[in-house]
């Protein structure tokens, strides 16, 4: 399987599922997984191992992202 072909069978299923196909991409599966992995707390080198990111700082992006609204002043209306 080429690369490209994941991106084109995730931008069909985005729009078969009603959502813009251009804002999807292969990439949004890896970013989606780094956000599932955070929230249910897995930790940062077992994120690493299967994302294969070399650098823990991309990584954290993705976690905070995760984190936005956890202990948030608002969370009661948000």
Not at 21 to 27: A, I
Not at 36 to 53: N, P, Y
């Amino acid at each position: 399987m080429d690369p490209s072909d994941i991106a084109r069978i995730v931008k069909r299923y985005a729009e078969a599922v009603g959502l813009d196909p251009s804002e999807y991409s292969g990439h949004s599966l890896r970013a989606g997984f780094v956000t599932s992995a955070a929230i249910h707390r897995a930790r940062l080198d077992k994120i690493m191992e299967v994302t294969r990111h070399t650098s823990p700082r991309t990584v954290l992006r993705y976690i905070r992202q995760a984190n936005a609204f956890e202990d948030h002043a608002g969370a009661a209306f948000l």
